[in-house]
């Protein structure tokens, strides 16, 4: 393959942005806001793009306009999660659908 052929492809494939992947039961995009309440952390996920949309698991059934729940009980996901927000960081998150006590999705695990 000729150098050129070769530069041009690296800085094609370089300037695709990451996006956001949905599955079943994870997530990946940006914290777009957070809401933090006595019984845990809030929080909406946004895909990256221009306009941003708002990204949830499927097993979410796009509850509550996107906004997904950490119980106060996992606090290094919370904090990991508040982490990723100030520093602007994509994100995976895994949740194990809505709640019959919240009726919020609830997160079950956050991959930076």
Do not use: H
Request: charged share 10%; with cysteine.
């Amino acid at each position: 393959m000729r150098p050129t052929v070769l530069v041009t492809l690296v800085l094609l494939l370089t300037a695709i942005p990451a996006g956001a992947q949905t599955t079943s039961t994870y997530t990946t995009g940006y914290v777009t806001n957070v809401d933090a309440q006595a019984s845990g952390l809030y929080v909406l996920l946004n895909d990256g793009g221009a306009p941003p949309k708002i990204v949830q698991p499927l097993n979410c059934n796009s509850t509550n306009g996107g906004w997904m729940f950490i119980p106060d009980t996992y606090r290094t996901m919370i904090a990991s999660t508040l982490i990723a927000r100030s520093e602007s960081l994509n994100i995976t998150i895994y949740t194990s659908g809505v709640s019959p006590t919240t009726g919020y999705c609830t997160i079950t695990q956050v991959v930076e």
